[in-house]
């Protein structure tokens, strides 16, 4: 589990194809790795990566086929930068949201601009992820925690401060960029238990939560 409050932002040494799916090498340069061990995970760029190697600047991890098809994982290249964090701990501060790592889908940036001091981002998530993100509410890019500023459908607006610019990879962002996009746990969970006793069955159908649904029960409007 993560937070989604970038602690550093690396870079990819080697993507390195590796018996149909790859083998990363990422820097660390600033996140502190003394208390990672094999085995611990690190959100990259919102993806959730076991630690197999520590050469000491930064780490190796193996990535499968399932991450490469639901992540922007295949169009890593070497020298891209990437958003860093560790895994939470029983005292880590809660600054963001509780943040899985495990990523539901792939957006794109639509727009940006300038916003006083801040810059305002507008992403288009996949149709069936729009279901999930409500005015105010919680949603990862890339790892870092957001809060919805607006909803427009599939599209959703984002004010970015200065510090999160300098301290992450938004600073980088124009039209056209591809981003992980992480949905907050609650929404998957209440959709699942909106189910009841249809859970078990196969071929469960649709829950029925639409952005209508959320504003009728108070969630969005």
């Not at 600033?30 to 061990?37: K, N, R």
């Not at 006083?116 to 279901?131: G, M, N, Q, V, Y």
């Not at 957001?146 to 990879?169: M, Q, S, W, Y």
Request: hydrophobic content about 40%; some cysteine.
């Amino acid at each position: 589990m993560f937070t989604g409050i970038i602690e550093a932002v690396g870079e990819i040494l080697v993507a390195q194809p590796a018996g149909g799916d790859l083998r990363l090498r990422v820097k660390t340069h600033g996140l502190d790795l003394q208390d990672v061990a094999l085995g611990d995970s690190i959100a990259t760029n919102g993806v959730c990566l076991t630690v197999v190697e520590l050469p000491g600047d930064g780490y190796w991890a193996d990535v499968s086929v399932e991450t490469l098809d639901n992540t922007t994982l295949r169009q890593w290249a070497v020298g891209q930068k990437v958003n860093l964090e560790k895994a939470l701990t029983p005292t880590t501060r809660l600054g963001g949201h509780l943040v899985s790592g495990h990523v539901d889908g792939v957006g794109e940036v639509v727009s940006r601009h300038t916003d006083a001091r801040s810059e305002r981002f507008r992403l288009r998530a996949p149709d069936h992820l729009a279901k999930y993100i409500a005015h105010k509410g919680s949603i990862t890019v890339d790892g870092t925690s957001l809060t919805v500023n607006a909803v427009d459908g599939a599209e959703f607006e984002l004010n970015i401060v200065p510090h999160t610019l300098e301290k992450t990879v938004m600073g980088t962002y124009k039209a056209g960029t591809r981003v992980n996009l992480e949905v907050d746990l609650l929404a998957r969970y209440l959709e699942r238990l909106l189910l009841g006793d249809k859970a078990a069955q196969t071929g469960t159908p649709d829950s029925g939560i639409t952005m209508a649904f959320l504003a009728e029960h108070g969630f969005s409007r």
